[in-house]
C-alpha cells in the first residue's frame, strides 16, 4: 500500500474486509479481552485491550501511512499522546525546546506535569534559526515544532531546524494537528515524530477525541508503546472506528478547508476592522515561501486581530452564527473562538500568551459565501453596537 498515493492510502490501509463475513468495514472490536487457547495461546496475538485491540490496530495502520511511518499509536486524547511520546523517551535532567506559539495545552503539560520530574522547558521562535542555535543545550532532547502554529499560524522550516536539532543530538517532534497529513508530511521532510490531536481534522466531525504518535523510525517505538501500556491512555473501540471512517474523507476535506480559508483571508485583508490576518496562504504572511514549499496546501486554520481591539474581539466572537463559538477546530463546521480566554486561557500572562485582539476561525466546508456573509453580518452587528 506504501507505493499508492495519499487518497488511496487514507481510504485502503489497515482496512480489509471482515475475512469471515466479507463486510466491507472492519467491524468494532468493543471487547476488553480476548479468549486464549490455552495459556498465551493467544488469537491474532491478542490478550487484553490496554495492550491491543483490532480496531485501534487498524487506525495505527492507518495512521502510520498517512504519515509515511513505520509504526504509530492511538490515544484517547492528543495529550494523551504528547504525555506518552515525553514520558516515554525523556528523563530527568532533560531539556525541551518548544515552539513559542505552540498549543497552550502542549505548555501547560510540560511546564506544570513534568517539570517538577526534572524535565526543563524552554520556548523560542522557531521560524529564527539563529534563535533556534542559541536556544539549544546539551541536554535538549527534543525540539518541539508546530507548525502551522496555534493560534496565529507561524511557519516554522520542519527541514532546517531538523538539521540544526540532529547536529545537536535532538529529536525533532512535530504536532501536525493544523496542517493534518494530507498538506505536509513531517516524516518525509527530516522530522523523527509527529503527533496529533486526531479530535481535529482525522476525526473531522466534531464526535470523537483523540490523539496519535507516529514513528519515523524503530528508535522510539518500545518505549512509547511501553508507557501507553503501562499508563493505558489508549483510544476506544469505537473512538478509534470513528477516527478511522473520518480519515477516509480528509483528503477531499481538507482541501475545501484550505479552498474556504484562503478565500476568507483573501476577503479579510480587504476589511478595515481587521489589523492583522494570520494565514499562510497570504503572500504578505512571513512564513509564506516556507509553507508553499513544504505544505500542499494552507489549511483551514485563520485567525484575525480586530483592529478596535480586545472588547471588540470578545464581542466579534460572540456576533456570528454559522461560525459557532466554541473550542476545537478541524470539523466540517465553522467554529470561531476567542483564544485568550479559551483554547490559551492556561497561557495568558506566560512568553506564549495571545495577543488580546485575536479570534481564531476554524473554517468549515459550508459554502463559503455563506460563511462570508456571516462574518460580514457579525462586523455589522458590533458595528452598531
Ligand atoms: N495539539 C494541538 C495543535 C491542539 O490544537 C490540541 C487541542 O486543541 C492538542 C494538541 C491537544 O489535543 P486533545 O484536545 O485531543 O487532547
Given at each position: ?16 474486509a ?45 495512521l ?8 504509530a ?13 515525553l ?39 522557531l ?13 535538549t ?21 531538523a ?106 485583508v ?13 503572500s ?84 463559503v ?17
Amino acid at each position: 500500500m506504501s507505493d499508492r498515493a495519499f487518497a488511496t492510502r487514507a481510504i485502503h490501509s489497515g482496512q480489509q474486509a471482515d475475512p469471515v463475513t466479507g463486510a466491507i468495514i472492519p467491524p468494532i472490536y468493543q471487547s476488553s479481552t480476548h479468549v486464549q487457547d490455552g495459556i498465551g495461546g493467544f488469537r491474532g496475538g491478542y490478550e487484553y485491550n490496554r495492550a491491543g485491540n483490532p480496531t485501534r490496530d487498524s487506525l495505527q495502520t492507518q495512521l502510520a501511512a498517512l504519515e509515511g511511518g513505520v509504526a504509530a499509536l492511538s490515544f484517547a486524547s492528543g495529550l494523551a499522546a504528547e504525555d506518552a511520546l515525553l514520558r516515554g523517551i525523556l528523563r530527568p535532567g532533560d531539556h525541551v525546546l518548544l515552539g513559542n506559539d505552540v498549543y497552550g495545552g502542549t505548555y501547560r503539560l510540560l511546564t506544570t506535569v513534568l517539570a517538577p520530574w526534572g524535565i526543563a522547558t524552554t520556548t523560542a521562535e522557531l521560524s529564527d534559526l539563529d534563535a533556534v542555535r542559541a536556544a539549544l543545550r546539551p541536554e535538549t532532547k527534543i525540539v518541539w515544532v508546530e507548525t502551522p502554529s496555534n493560534p496565529l499560524l507561524k511557519i516554522v522550516d520542519i527541514a532546517a531546524v531538523a538539521e540544526i536539532a540532529h547536529a545537536a543530538g535532538a529529536a525533532v517532534v512535530v504536532d501536525n494537528t493544523f496542517a493534518s497529513p494530507a498538506l505536509q508530511q513531517p516524516l518525509s521532510l527530516g522530522a523523527d515524530l509527529v503527533v496529533h490531536s486526531t479530535t481535529k481534522y482525522l476525526g473531522g466531525h466534531s464526535d470523537v477525541l483523540g490523539g496519535a504518535v507516529v514513528f519515523g523510525d524503530d528508535r522510539f517505538v518500545e518505549p512509547v508503546t511501553f508507557q501507553q501500556f503501562a499508563v493505558g491512555a489508549v483510544s476506544a473501540p469505537l473512538d478509534a472506528w470513528l477516527t478511522t471512517r473520518g480519515i477516509k474523507t480528509l483528503d477531499v476535506r481538507v482541501r475545501r478547508h484550505s479552498e474556504n480559508a484562503l478565500a476568507i483571508a483573501e476577503w479579510a485583508v480587504d476589511r478595515p476592522e481587521f489589523g492583522e490576518v494570520y494565514h499562510p496562504g497570504l503572500s504578505s504572511h512571513p512564513g509564506h515561501e516556507i509553507a508553499a514549499r513544504q505544505m500542499s496546501g494552507f489549511g483551514g486554520m485563520l485567525s484575525l486581530g480586530l483592529a478596535a481591539g480586545p472588547e471588540a474581539a470578545r464581542a466579534f466572537a460572540e456576533s456570528t452564527e454559522l461560525f459557532q463559538l466554541a473550542e476545537s477546530l478541524g470539523g466540517v463546521e465553522s467554529l470561531i473562538g476567542y483564544p485568550p480566554e479559551m483554547t490559551h486561557a492556561s497561557v495568558r500572562g506566560t512568553a506564549l500568551a495571545v495577543p488580546e485582539n485575536v479570534v481564531r476561525l476554524s473554517v468549515g466546508i459550508e459554502d463559503v459565501a455563506d460563511l462570508i456573509a456571516d462574518l460580514e453580518q457579525g462586523l455589522a452587528r458590533i458595528a452598531s453596537r
